[in-house]
Every structure is written in structure tokens, then in C-alpha cells.
T-cell receptor
Framework: GEDVEQSLFLSVREGDSSVINCTYT??????LYWYKQEPGAGLQLLTY?????DMKQDQRLTVLLNKKDKHLSLRIADTQTGDSAIYFC????????????FGAGTQVVVTP | DADVTQTPRNRITKTGKRIMLECSQT?????MYWYRQDPGLGLRLIYY???????NKGEISDGYSVSRQAQAKFSLSLESAIPNQTALYFC??????????FGPGTRLTVL
């Protein structure tokens, strides 16, 4: 996923907020997704944002999109130990017929 | 029951062997995908299929082939496995340009 970049690791204390960042390159992206992968499991969709939106909130999750800078972030409020996982950013492009371009994933470790 | 299943979940094989990984889905989706996951590289698309008669190469199709036996089944084959194909393989499905649903993955080790 060289066109979608993420930092590889984030350590956060339980109860704090986590912010995971992602940059992408294709300005024609329509949807931007956040997937979560728990150990030994497949990817599960956490949330997504349409490219004409700036922000989306869903319970403890807040997605911010800065189209000018092609920057996407995922904020997890009140981070819990169950939030420890790998988080993938992915972009869906208008010309990609449903294919997604994934970032390398950010390993989030929540410490007590 | 899981909507997207993969078999086997783990496989160890030797260089040169032929391997088939299978994926089945009960979601009724037309689109199916095969990805491989390598540490630090995220998921890379191997092949995708938009219906039974449509098969397309992804970004890393060399050394792999696929078969779409039915709407619900999409198999990935390694004709002659090599060690750098050691990875975690995921199948996914989607309906049109929407969310992709992933299987639990197959961990393949080629010795």
C-alpha cells in the first residue's frame, strides 16, 4: 500500500484517547475506511467516511478528513484494552471498481 | 455461522508443491477478492472477481491463479509454492462499491 501511509506503531494508556493518522494520494477517492484486525482474525470494518465529509462520529470513534492535505485520522476516545489491534486505513477510488488500497496498518498497544 | 469462511486456516508446505486455498461466502455478494498480508506491507490484492465469469489480476498476481467455481466460491492456487509466498491470505467479498467483508485468513508457510 505505498499510496496509503500510516505510522506502524502507537502505544496508549488505558482511558486516554488514541489518534491514528493516515495519508493518501488519490484525490479522486470516494470512500475512506478504517478497518480493525484483532490477533488471529480477519479485518472488520470500524467506520468509513465519504470524501465530501469532514468529520464523522460514531460512539467512541471520530474520523476527521482533511481533503486538502489528503489526511485522514481516527480518534478513539477512552481507549480500552480491547482496542489493542492493528488498524488499517483504506481508500476506495472512483476508477477502481470497488477495489481498495490499504495502508500498512498501525499496531495499537493499550497499556494499563 | 461465519459469512465468509476460508479453508484451511493454517498450512505448512514445501517448496514446489501445489496448494489450493478455498473461500466460501453466504452473503450473496457477487464480488470476491484475494489478498495477502505481510508485516509492514498491509494487504495487497492478488486477484478479484466481480462475478462468476469475471476474473481480474490484482497488483501481485504472479505465481498465483484463481478459480470462481460459483458465486459463493473463489479459490486461490499456488501452482508451485516458493518460500516468499509465506504470508497470511485473506478472502473478502463485497456488494458493488461498498464495504468489504473479510474471512478469518489462512496462514501459509512454505519451507
Amino acid at each position: 500500500g505505498e499510496d496509503v501511509e500510516q505510522s506502524l506503531f502507537l502505544s496508549v494508556r488505558e482511558g486516554d484517547s488514541s489518534v491514528i493518522n493516515c495519508t493518501y494520494t488519490d484525490s479522486s477517492s470516494t470512500y475512506l475506511y478504517w478497518y480493525k484486525q484483532e490477533p488471529g482474525a480477519g479485518l472488520q470494518l470500524l467506520t468509513y467516511i465519504f470524501s465530501n465529509m469532514d468529520m464523522k462520529q460514531d460512539q467512541r470513534l471520530t474520523v476527521l478528513l482533511n481533503k486538502k492535505d489528503k489526511h485522514l485520522s481516527l480518534r478513539i476516545a477512552d481507549t480500552q484494552t480491547g482496542d489493542s489491534a492493528i488498524y488499517f486505513c483504506a481508500e476506495g477510488r472512483t476508477d477502481s471498481w470497488g477495489k481498495l488500497q490499504f495502508g500498512a496498518g498501525t499496531q495499537v498497544v493499550v497499556t494499563p | 455461522d461465519a459469512d465468509v469462511t476460508q479453508t484451511p486456516r493454517n498450512r505448512i508446505t514445501k517448496t514446489g508443491k501445489r496448494i489450493m486455498l478455498e473461500c466460501s461466502q453466504t452473503k450473496g455478494h457477487d464480488r470476491m477478492y484475494w489478498y495477502r498480508q505481510d508485516p509492514g506491507l498491509g494487504l495487497r490484492l492478488i486477484y478479484y472477481s466481480f462475478d462468476v465469469k469475471d476474473i481480474n489480476k490484482g497488483e501481485i498476481s504472479d505465481g498465483y491463479s484463481v478459480s470462481r467455481q460459483a458465486q459463493a466460491k473463489f479459490s486461490l492456487s499456488l501452482e508451485s509454492a516458493i518460500p516468499n509466498q509465506t504470508a497470511l491470505y485473506f478472502c473478502a467479498t463485497s456488494e458493488a462499491d461498498n464495504e468489504q467483508f473479510f474471512g478469518p485468513g489462512t496462514r501459509l508457510t512454505v519451507l
